[in-house]
């Protein structure tokens, strides 16, 4: 198998590194290498916000070892919120790349920092075609800021893997994408919408995409599934989706009962479902026997994909 066809993703919340490899098989991918490294500090904030070079090079390490069996081309490094500060914007059509750079640059310091606007890193992520009141077409996009010093903590991070290139993403952009694969594998002739819920213990995440398309996102900061429950019926409520549209209920994250989610099943016309490894990629025999906290992993290898 040539390193080139190998996908690899990271994905960092709380004390946790998760990690997964993936190679073509058949029409889809396989999972090669599926693990976590908890450390004793959070290694996203370290890496983010962190002043210690010492845990910078504990991460390093946990890297370097992970990935010393096969090289890798390309590394997805999936963050979640409120860690990373992400947003939703129109632009207009037809802007060239420099120009689309400046507006959003604009946008950030206002949305982000009013007071003391400058330059952020920006991953910058189309969303769907649109058009405003007045008619003007736009490109909504997705777009994920980091400060430039968070930034040049990864490029330190990455000197681990001296060949190996990387891209940082949400992971409410990773999930739309396995929504999106999952939707287009089973063939539905009937629109409508799909919600996402990722429930973690200091936030929940809400994903919504139309026929597999991805639409929006948006995080709260909840303690339970109660709450998960009333922020995403007021995300439908607020972009005037019906709750009869609603054809899909995913959820994953670190909740593993569906019965959590029964309020939000109570207003919909959809049983939840998780997310599973199983409809994402192939697993041989012993992962698919050992694997016991796959929708904790979704972000991951989503993002991988």
């Known amino acids: 198998m040539e390193a080139t066809s190998i996908r690899a993703g990271i994905e960092l919340y709380g004390n946790e590194l998760r990690y997964a490899k993936l190679e073509p098989y058949e029409n889809r991918y396989r999972l090669l290498r599926l693990g976590r490294c908890a450390f004793e500090f959070d290694v996203a904030e370290e890496i983010l916000h962190g002043s210690s070079r010492q845990h910078l090079t504990t991460v390093a390490d946990a890297l370097r070892d992970i990935f010393s069996d096969r090289p890798v081309p390309h590394l997805h490094i999936t963050l979640h919120p409120p860690s990373c500060p992400t947003f939703f914007t129109p632009l207009p059509t037809g802007l060239d790349d420099y120009e689309q750079e400046q507006h959003l640059q604009e946008e950030a310091a206002l949305l982000l920092h009013p007071d003391q606007p400058h330059p952020l890193h920006l991953t910058i992520d189309p969303v769907t075609l649109g058009s405003m009141p007045n008619g003007v077409r736009v490109e909504w996009v997705h777009v994920l ?93 607020r972009l005037m989706i019906d709750f009869a549209s609603v054809g899909h209920l995913f959820v994953y994250g670190h909740e593993d009962n569906l019965k959590a989610f029964a309020p939000l099943e109570a207003a919909l016309p959809c049983a939840a479902q998780f997310l599973s490894l199983h409809q994402l990629v192939a697993l041989d025999a012993a992962n698919a026997q050992t694997l016991r906290d796959g929708g904790s992993f979704i972000p991951c290898v989503a993002g991988a994909l």
């Open 145 to 237: 800021a980091l400060e430039t010093t968070a930034k040049a903590q990864f490029d330190h991070l990455m000197k681990a893997l001296p060949n190996t290139s990387y891209r940082l993403t949400s992971s409410m952009h990773a999930v739309s994408k396995a929504t999106e694969q999952l939707l287009a594998e089973q063939k539905s002739n009937v629109a409508s919408y799909a919600l996402i819920v990722g429930w973690y213990p200091t936030h929940t995440e809400f994903t919504i995409c139309y026929e597999g398309e991805w639409q929006q996102s948006y995080f709260a900061e909840t303690k339970t599934t109660i709450d998960a429950a009333f922020f995403g019926l007021d995300l439908l409520r």
